[in-house]
């Protein structure tokens, strides 16, 4: 009996001094516009913002918008999908980016997945106008530094006026990747540099490949879709696809900006419109930019097609090149260089 007492007796002094372990992160979280942050995300007890579900919330896991709400800005370090696909999931952003994705500080720099669906993501909030009076304080719908991929599903993206002004800003110091399927990209840029899709990888080691599905680009300021090399010189270039969409009321429609000795840029273009942009409808600047073009429509625009600088914009043989301005004496430009045989 005494042994009996004396092993009780540690017993309850070990327990004394036990600490549960902290809750283990979840693979699936949610988040409610009646949640709250304190609690841990989990379906019962949702949290209230992107943010505070993104610390409960395992790498290559998972947030869920279980029901409409505005979700705030987030900045996301590690492989990651939020899906408001099904309900109605926002981002407010005035005078902020909406969403950055930058792995650069997590030890595994330009590696992290990220997965973007069913998201409107604003900037509204007063601040300048664009070219075409939209106004809105934004800084970047995504502003993307560092990872491996960013796929965006479903997304829309207006009124990002302010600072480096671009709906999506893809920025990668690495080999990164981009797609962008059935989105809305309006009302974005001011100034010279920023636009709708914005994509320059940066210094020797970035690198993009981007594709582009479906997706509706819309009076941006600028450029619609600007792909840019300046100050990138690594040696795996830029590459991207349009497929279908439309690039239409913006400053220029698609606008490849390519200064000598900076890295060589190609950009294919196939079933997309490109209308009645107050510019060009497509614009190469630059000896190592390369656009390529096939059954496209550019019509009412400013000006077609404008290869300058040395740059090539080739066609397959079975574009609309016509009626550029629809109203006025024709100013369509001209492909250069041999076109392009299909095959």
């Known amino acids: 009996m005494q042994r009996i007492g004396k092993f009780s007796i540690c017993l309850l002094a070990a327990t004394a001094f036990y600490t549960a372990p902290a809750h283990a992160q979840a ?8 949640g709250d942050d304190a609690n841990p995300c989990s379906r019962t007890a949702p949290c209230k913002t992107f943010a505070g579900a993104i610390s409960k919330t395992a790498a290559g ?8 709400g505005g979700f705030g800005t987030v900045t996301i370090t590690k492989s990651m999908t939020i899906d408001c696909d099904g309900t109605f999931g926002s981002i407010l952003a005035a005078g902020l980016n909406g969403v950055n994705v ?3 500080a997590s030890g595994f720099p330009n590696t992290i997945r990220v997965i973007l669906r069913g998201l409107s993501i604003n900037g509204a909030g007063g601040g300048a106008q664009n070219a075409q009076g939209n106004p809105g304080s934004g800084v970047a719908g995504i502003n993307f530094t560092s990872g491996a991929s960013l796929v965006l599903e479903e997304v829309v993206i207006q009124r990002f006026n302010a600072g480096s002004a671009a709906g999506i800003n893809f920025r990668p110091g690495g080999a990164a990747t981009l797609t962008v399927s059935n989105s809305v990209i309006a009302y974005n840029g001011t100034g010279a540099t920023g636009g709708g899709i914005v994509v320059n990888p940066t210094g020797a080691s970035g690198s993009a490949r981007v594709s582009l599905n479906d997706v509706v680009v819309e009076a941006n300021t600028n450029a619609g879709l600007q792909v840019n090399s300046t100050g990138n010189t690594g040696a795996s270039g830029i590459g991207v696809t349009v497929n279908g969409g439309s690039y239409s009321n913006n400053t220029n429609g698609i606008s490849l900006v390519t200064p000598n000795g900076t890295s060589t840029v190609t950009v294919n273009i196939d079933h997309a419109s490109v209308t009645n942009n107050s510019g060009t ?3 190469a600047n630059g000896p190592t930019g390369t656009a390529r073009v096939s059954d496209s429509t550019i019509t009412g625009n400013a000006l077609g097609v ?3 600088g040395g740059s090539q914009i080739g066609t ?13 004496p024709a100013n369509n430009g001209a492909f250069n260089g041999t076109p392009f045989s299909p095959s």
């Open 306 to 308: 404008s290869p300058l």
């Open 102 to 104: 930058n792995d650069s």
């Open 316 to 328: 397959f043989g079975n574009n609309r090149l016509i009626g550029n301005p629809v109203v006025g």
């Open 281 to 283: 409808g497509i614009v």
């Open 27 to 34: 693979t699936r979280t949610w988040v409610s516009g009646v």
């Open 61 to 68: 896991g998972e947030i869920d918008c279980l029901d409409p």
